[in-house]
């Protein structure tokens, strides 16, 4: 057995599949070889059943109208009973235009095998999937073109050990690269655009999977439905928990939904190095964070999210936490972190336990009329909040604050950080939260900042009060603010400089708590009170 047949310069018309068995090289001469399908061809246009063999530079072009005839498959690699086949390459061939089928037909697959390469191939116009490893352990697919997808890109599937590098997949209907119930697998180099669901997942299960150095852009472009996220690993709402993954320098751009998920009983993840450039883009997004860990249905534990740049993201930049009414996500930590020009805050705690915030820069995040923070604490406990730097640098300044709490919130840390230079001021406690086990010093700076009601810069200092009228005295005073008894002029609520006068006059008289008062006609003034 063994030897090489060569395919001359042609076009071949197959009413029955190729079959290359053991230590066989198929060989064809690029451009030049073309096999083509007859009416009645059905199965796959070549069939690998012996270990140690080679398909190389090809053409198989269906040529069918789409949608009729037999379902035909590319390749496939495929072994009969549980010895697993091994040691099959498949180099420069190209697939196009396999349209057969009511299910669509793949281009290249395997079944039951390892140490499979597929290299430098060509996949368009594929009414399917494009590369398919199913139970096929420590095999590498590398420098494939795969565009125009009836489904997923690349399928990684109870795949133990193997990997997807440097490949290219745009324009597919579902996702780009998949991995299911697939152990110590990667995915590093690739770059995965235009797709209907996600970029890159890891679902079903599956451990210690890797995603390195990926480009993911505008997934959901092709929106068919579902979740579309730069890269996600799901537990499918905790059914299938997995463990001890890594999601490092990937380059993540406008995605429909989020830009990096892990949800659901995924415990032990590193998300490091990343940079999410726009998520929650889509039209009617499901999510709109750039970065989440946590749980919509079971909490997630352990988690080092660090040196990520986020941006553009619709709302929250980073978020961690669960659900009400759920356990909480716990021993997160969010470390050296960059999250700016976000919609909402830049990084939010929700229902959360055992955390630590520290080395952070949030700043300008601002594109919601609320809920616009540099760090956000929300019914959640047993925390740290140090050395991060939280501020507005723009001229007109719309960052709300630098830390708020809301809801329950208790046992929280608060020391070494710079809160200052933001719209309202450094720390703020909203007035229905429970807050309890408090422990900061006073926020890195000389002074703390006016315009609140309550400043945490002043704790434990005498109280030195003076009652302040905040709006007009009848219609036609709008939008006059208010004026000091020893200057004529008239100060405007419109402008932030004339605000600030007003206050640094209280403040220079060492006045350091206001008792505000506020009236007008039919509440027409009662939405300036609590911005004070």
Sequence with gaps: TGGTVILSNGTFNLSSSIVVKQNIILQGQGAQTVLQASS?????????????????????DDGRTAGQGPQTNGIHIWSGNEIRLANVIIESVHIRRLQSGINGSDAISTNYTQNIGFQNNNIENVSGSGLIFYKTDNSVMTGN???????????????NGSKAINNSVSNVKYSG??????????????????TGNHGIISTLGGNRNTFTNNTVKQTGANGTGGFSHGIAIDGNEGKTPSSGHKIVNNYIENSYDAGIEVADSVDNVLISGNTVNGAGLGPHPNNTYGIYFGGGFTPCHLATISGNKVTRAKENGIEFGSQPGHDLTTNVVVEGNETYNNGSNGIFANYAKNFTIKNNSCYNNDQTQTDKDGIRLQDSSYGVVNSNHCYDSQTVKTQNNGLVFMGKVDNINVYSNNFKGNQFGEIYTDVHATVSNISYDIPHGSSADWGLIANDGFQKQKIISTLFFAGPPNPGAFPNYTRHPQNTEQYSWEHDDDIN?????????????????YWGHNGETDKWATTL
């Design 40 to 60: 009645d061809l059905s199965g796959q246009f070549i069939r690998v059943n012996g270990p140690d063999s080679r398909i190389s530079s090809l053409i198989i």
């Design 145 to 159: 073109l795969i565009n125009n997808l009836g489904k997923d890109g690349i399928i990684l599937s109870e795949s």
């Design 501 to 517: 006068s007003i206050l640094n006059m209280i403040k220079n008289i060492g006045i350091n708590v206001l008792k505000v008062s």
């Design 177 to 194: 690269i998949v991995f299911g119930e697939s152990n110590d697998a990667s995915a590093s180099g690739n770059l995965v655009s235009m």
